[in-house]
Nanobody, 124 residues
Framework: EVQLQASGGGSVQAGGSPRLPCRAS????????IGWYRQAPGKEREGVSC????????YYTDSVKGRFTISSDNAKKTVYLQMNSLKPEDTAVYYC?????????????????WGKGTQVTVSS
């Protein structure tokens, strides 16, 4: 059974730097893409960042470029989203999701598996 566990959320002040881990299990850890998505109240879910295992490429939406970093720890089967210089507009529920079984898998809104979200609230 595939499981994705996102954690690390909470209340932080603007400028803070939390790290969100997405711990994965139940699929081969060499053919996947794991993405971070977020949904703010009253807004649609948006893709924030993506890590693709086949070629180790990364993607960031424009609003987080230069502030967020996605990385993978193979030993822990965990993908991290390091968030720096947080802004109030980063407040949202953050989800991780996986596309599996393809060496050059990419993130999209049609992912195979979704984890439960973790709330990040940024206060000014």
């Amino acid at each position: 059974e595939v499981q994705l566990q996102a954690s690390g959320g909470g209340s932080v002040q603007a400028g803070g730097s939390p790290r969100l881990p997405c711990r994965a299990s139940g699929f081969t850890w060499d053919n996947f893409a794991i993405g971070w998505y977020r949904q703010a109240p009253g807004k649609e879910r948006e893709g924030v960042s993506c890590f693709s295992s086949g070629d180790r490429t990364t993607y960031y939406t424009d609003s987080v470029k230069g502030r967020f970093t996605i990385s993978s720890d193979n030993a822990k089967k965990t993908v991290y989203l390091q968030m720096n210089s947080l802004k109030p507009e980063d407040t949202a529920v953050y989800y991780c999701a996986a596309k599996t079984g393809f060496r050059y898998a990419r993130c999209s809104y049609n992912m195979d598996y979704w984890g439960k979200g973790t709330q990040v609230t940024v206060s000014s």
